[in-house]
């Protein structure tokens, strides 16, 4: 190929490529300006659990292990003990309860089986996506944290939007 040529061939694919950049302009633009904005996730986003209550505040889970069965990853462990006193006076709703229940998020990879498998509504996923640690043993998260999730939620900085209404 000449030199003419292949000037114009390079002239083509620069024109071709502003051209796509070009078209892009006037769309809407999808950047978002994390963290100084919120994140818009969708109502059904599996992000970080939290472990939930009754309306008295008592502890849902009863120690069934079906969570814990049915994680693909093995990132559930589950301690269960007995608390005898009646429903007013323990902290669970049921007397038998989670004394330990951890999730490892080493392991676990969000996949929902654990809140679909649970016969109580007691495990459900918020929508906290910040889960960067500095070391592993913080992956780990415990009853206390997990209970406390549901309380951070408000905190979280994301905009639900309801996955049926806003799907393009
Ligand atoms: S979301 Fe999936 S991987 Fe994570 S704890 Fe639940 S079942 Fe296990
Ligand atoms: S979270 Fe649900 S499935 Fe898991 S142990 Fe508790 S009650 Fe059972």
Redesign the pocket.
Known sequence: MSIIGEVVETVKALTQGLKVTLSYIPKEKLTNQYPDEPVEVFSAY?GE?YLNVDENGKERCVACFL?SA????D??YIEATEDLRPYEQRSSVEERYAKIYN?DYG?????????E?CPKDAIR?GHNFEMAVTNFADLIKDKEYLLENRNRESQIPVVIIDSQMNVK
Request: proline share 5%.
């Open positions: 599996r659990h969570c049915a994680c693909p990853a990132a559930i999730i392991k676990c990879i969000l996949c929902g089986f654990c809140v498998a996923h």
